[in-house]
């Protein structure tokens, strides 16, 4: 039998299908992907979003305090300097949280559609997740926050007309490095046993598709 | 709340996506019998495949053929499956399978020779088993080769050991 007769035999099952599809369950399945996309889009912006204006607030309120003081301490140029800062650190952090996605996503948009591209976007994406589980990374990614997180201290001290001198200020911000220190290393620890147990298995099985597909 | 509201591009993906599927709608039967081999399996093939097809809508360029492009998207989506039965076996279900979706026809006035072709692409490599589904469908060197990614000297030895394999086979069977 040569190739001729086994495309013959192939096109035989045009007429008469090894399978069919329930049109109504498809539409079904094509309806719960399409909310199931939806509900994420949307889930992602709005977190961006709360966190930000969650962090722009905090802030704005801290500012709205010193400037309208109810007794007659004076306030620095540097009181007022730090809400500020926050909430700079704040938007820079959703900004720079959009750019990193953005990129990336262009990065994935220019590979084609061949298997050889859908492989090159997979071992793409896994390098992208793969960033979260390097150290420098993970404390450069936490790095806004943290000044953040140091502003709401300073600022929340300010306003409690306790001076920058006071000993007990090294309480709180001996606990907010003990606690980011927990956060990033329970992330790293996390985001290492990620790579190792899911994701580099797969980068080399992805590998060896791409060796699959090279060889003669 | 429910959902946000349908836009017109959503309505005009699902027509185009009507459109694509009642014409070849036997592309993706084909990806799926030579790519899943247990009927739960197969369910779950089609869906994945299916949803990925309709996702493929708004990509689509017409730079190829329709034909062309949900092999294309099938087979890419076949491959990656098959990467992931282990997570599968791990329990961790990428979708939720509608049952149901996919029904197995009767096999009456059908060529033998169909299953025993399928029994043979199954035993190739996963790229080996596109490439084979491709050139059985009668796409051009060419085109497998964009499909693929791979230089068209390079479909022309996978296609002669594919050939190769089938004969053997054949003649195997034949012997004995």
Known sequence: ???????????????????????????????????????QRRRERWMTYFWSAGMVAGMAFFLAIMIYPDDDDVLTGWDYAIPIVGAAAALLWARAIYVRHRAQAVREQSFGESL??????????????????????????????????????????????????????????????????????????????????DLLPRKRRLEALLTELDAP | MNDEPMTMLDSERDRIFGDWLAGHKGILFK????????????????????????????????????????????????????????????GKQPLAVVEGLLTTSS????????????????????????????????FSYKEIAAIVGVTESNVGVKINRIKSALAGKRAEEAES
């Open chain 1, 116 to 197: 050889r591209d859908q492989i090159n976007r997979q071992l793409a994406q896994l390098d992208y997740r793969a960033t979260r589980a390097r150290l420098a990374s993970l404390l450069g990614y936490a790095l806004l926050p943290i000044v953040c997180a140091m502003a709401i201290i300073l600022a929340s001290w300010r306003i409690n007309d306790r001076p920058f001198s006071d000993a007990g200020l090294l309480r709180p911000i001996l606990f907010m490095i003990v606690w980011i220190a927990l956060t990033v290393g329970a992330d790293f620890w996390w985001q290492r046993r990620l790579v190792q147990r």
């Open chain 2, 107 to 138: 096999s009456d006035g059908r060529d033998p020779r169909v299953e025993w072709l399928y029994r043979q692409i199954a035993n190739l490599k996963d790229v080996d088993r596109s490439v084979a589904l491709l050139l059985l469908d009668g």
């Open chain 1, 1 to 39: 039998m040569n190739l001729e007769d086994l495309m013959e035999v192939w096109r035989s099952q045009d007429a008469s299908p090894l399978h069919g599809a329930n049109d109504t369950l498809l539409r079904l399945a094509l309806r719960r992907e399409e909310a199931k996309l939806r509900a």
């Open chain 2, 31 to 90: 990806v799926v019998h030579a790519y899943a081999f247990e009927h739960a399996d197969r369910q779950d093939l089609f869906q994945e495949i299916v949803i990925q097809v309709w996702r493929s809508v708004d990509a689509f360029r017409g730079e190829s053929s329709v034909p062309t492009w949900i092999y294309r998207v099938a087979l890419n989506t076949a491959i990656a499956w098959t990467r992931k039965e282990d997570r599968h076996q791990r």
